[in-house]
Antibody, heavy 117, light 109 residues
Framework: EVQLVESGGGFIQSGGSLRLSCAAS????????MSWVRQAPGKGLEWVSV???????YYADSVKGRFTISRDNSKNTLYLQMNSLRVEDTAVYYC???????????WGQGALVTVSS | SMLTQPHSVSESPGKTVTISCARS????????VQWHQQRPGSPPTTVMY?????PSGVPDRFSGSIDSSSNSASLTISGLKTEDEADYYC?????????FGGGTKLTVL
């Protein structure tokens, strides 16, 4: 069974930094592609970043230059380093995985990040 | 590329509803569409992928299609049940970036 478990969310002041982790089981973060998707309170889903199996990374314009996606293949864990946080980054952050040969997405339970002014 | 969905749809139990997703540029023939269901208080789950493929466990009341002439995709749910009441999001990709539609709230009343 595939499980994606996020951790590292919390309450942070504007301008601060936070790192989210996503521990995967039954699913390889290195041979598949992994993404972060967020959802602000009462709003829709917003794509944040993706890392493909070859290591290429891409970001939404709203986070480019502030967020960094990475993975640790030995720990089978995905990360999102978030710097220079803004109030508008407040959201539930979902870890999402997909096989390199299929667009069937697997979702984690989400981690809440609250940025205060 | 942008994906545009109706804000809300409603229908009665047992009926059929179709949720649309219009693409501003690019095509679903080249860049698949996925559909994700989100019930209140829960994370999303994928109910359709690669335009028309249904994950195991998703009832065959759910079906997906694309229309190249209008550059749009549709998720159709037949034999509506109250448990289908949820937000539905279409999602695709554009070169290396992903994009989500704004979501459609389905009310089954």
């Amino acid at each position: 069974e595939v499980q994606l478990v996020e951790s590292g969310g919390g309450f942070i002041q504007s301008g601060g930094s936070l790192r989210l982790s996503c521990a995967a089981s039954g699913f390889s973060v290195s041979t598949n592609f992994m993404s972060w998707v967020r959802q602000a309170p009462g709003k829709g889903l917003e794509w944040v970043s993706v890392i493909y199996s070859g290591g290429s990374t891409y970001y939404a314009d709203s986070v480019k230059g502030r967020f960094t996606i990475s993975r640790d293949n030995s720990k089978n864990t995905l990360y999102l380093q978030m710097n220079s946080l803004r109030v508008e980054d407040t959201a539930v952050y979902y870890c999402v995985g997909a096989s390199s040969s299929s667009w069937f997405l697997r979702w984690g339970q989400g981690a809440l990040v609250t940025v205060s002014s | 590329s942008m994906l545009t969905q109706p804000h809300s749809v409603s229908e009665s139990p047992g009926k059929t509803v179709t949720i649309s997703c219009a693409r501003s540029s690019g095509s679903f023939a080249s860049n698949y569409v996925q559909w994700h269901q989100q019930r209140p208080g829960s994370p999303p789950t994928t109910v359709m992928y690669e335009n028309h493929r249904r994950p195991s466990g998703v009832p065959d009341r759910f079906s997906g299609s694309i229309d190249s002439s209008s550059n749009s995709a549709s998720l159709t749910i037949s034999g509506l049940k109250t448990e289908d009441e949820a937000d539905y999001y279409c999602q695709s990709y554009d070169s290396s970036n992903w994009v989500f539609g704004g979501g459609t709230k389905l009310t089954v009343l």
